[in-house]
């Protein structure tokens, strides 16, 4: 059989590509996440770059429930989804990176509000930062997207719990092929392309913090030239010589008071009082922990006994 549940095509397709390469660590539990949702019209690719770690075994375990697989060398985690985009059918799209988490009812959610409004180019929810033992570092909550808190205050989607329109999709084109911060262009190109963007409270994803993790292995000073290129890019006239944060002061002052007014609007006082201590202590790093809380959305026994 080709899935764990019951085809009902009168739910959206939703395609998930999971890019892949060394991390037997977090593959099966990033798996699991997609399966254990039981949605009813899921289509799961695997691009794989040719993993030595056991990865591969881990996939073939659940290739029955696969639509489709692969393992060989390729050009990178971006020409990984791009592969699986390409040949992707769904009416929304999304990649899950493969030490990253979906939590329970994500898939369902995103397809509400598709049924509601089919024209959506993006979807997105909130997420949560956990570190390699599935605690939660901190919760990211969002507010309405919009291209400007993007551009000069970093990221206010993340690609754990965000789904785009096929159609956009065909008009935005694929990935750029770079090796960090291809995420940050993609959701760029998005967000100039995007008329019509739902955004959902819910907690979507979990990205992943550990010592092994791409972006932890890339220092903050390799990657500075490549945001710069890409804010030039973008239209963002940046100065080189000049530290970011002393760069569009007021500009940032007025997206972040957006973002203070709209948590408050909505009665996430502690929210925000935790983000400004966060701020005033130098907290950061991701050494906060809140409290004992930890992810709790999969079971191996349990997905084995519904398998």
């Not at 254990?36 to 289509?43: A, D, F, G, I, R």
């Not at 691009?47 to 060989?72: A, F, H, M, P, Q």
């Not at 959701?187 to 819910?202: V, Y």
Request: contains cysteine; aromatic residues 14%; hydrophobic residues 40%.
């Amino acid at each position: 059989e080709k899935s764990v549940y019951s085809e009902d095509p009168s739910y959206p397709k939703i395609s998930i590509i999971i890019p892949s390469f060394n991390q037997a660590q977090f593959l099966e539990k990033t798996i699991l996440s997609v399966l254990n949702q039981n949605y009813p019209n899921l289509e799961l690719i695997i691009i794989d770059g040719g993993s030595t770690d056991g990865s591969v075994e881990i996939i073939k375990k659940y290739e029955r429930y696969l639509n489709y697989w692969i393992s060989e060398k390729d050009n990178g985690q971006a020409a990984a989804i791009t592969k699986g985009c390409k040949m992707s059918k769904g009416d929304l799209i999304a990649w899950q990176n493969s030490d990253d988490l979906y939590l329970p009812n994500a898939l369902f959610g995103v397809a509400q509000i598709f049924k509601k409004n089919s024209k959506v180019d993006l979807i997105f929810g909130n997420n949560y930062l956990i570190d390699s033992d599935d605690n939660i570092i901190k919760k990211q909550r969002y507010i309405p997207f919009s291209l400007e808190h993007l551009l000069y205050c970093g990221w206010n989607l993340s690609s754990q719990a965000t789904f785009w329109n096929r159609n956009i999709m065909n008009k935005v084109g694929y990935l750029k092929n770079l090796h960090v911060l291809f995420d940050f262009d993609w959701f760029i190109r998005l967000g100039k392309a995007s008329k019509n963007i739902e955004f959902k409270a819910d907690f979507w994803g979990c990205y992943r913090i550990h010592e092994e993790s791409k972006f932890s292995l890339v220092s903050k000073k390799s990657r500075w030239p490549l945001f710069v290129n890409i804010f030039k890019k973008h239209g963002v006239e940046i100065k080189e010589d000049i530290a970011w944060d002393k760069q569009f002061r007021v500009k940032k002052l007025k997206i972040k008071l957006r973002w203070f007014f709209h948590h408050l609007m909505q009665g996430e006082v502690d929210y925000v009082l935790k983000a400004l201590l966060r701020r005033r202590s130098f907290l950061s790093k991701y050494d906060i922990r809140l409290g004992n809380e930890k992810i709790e959305t999969l079971s191996h026994s349990k997905h084995n006994n519904t398998l």
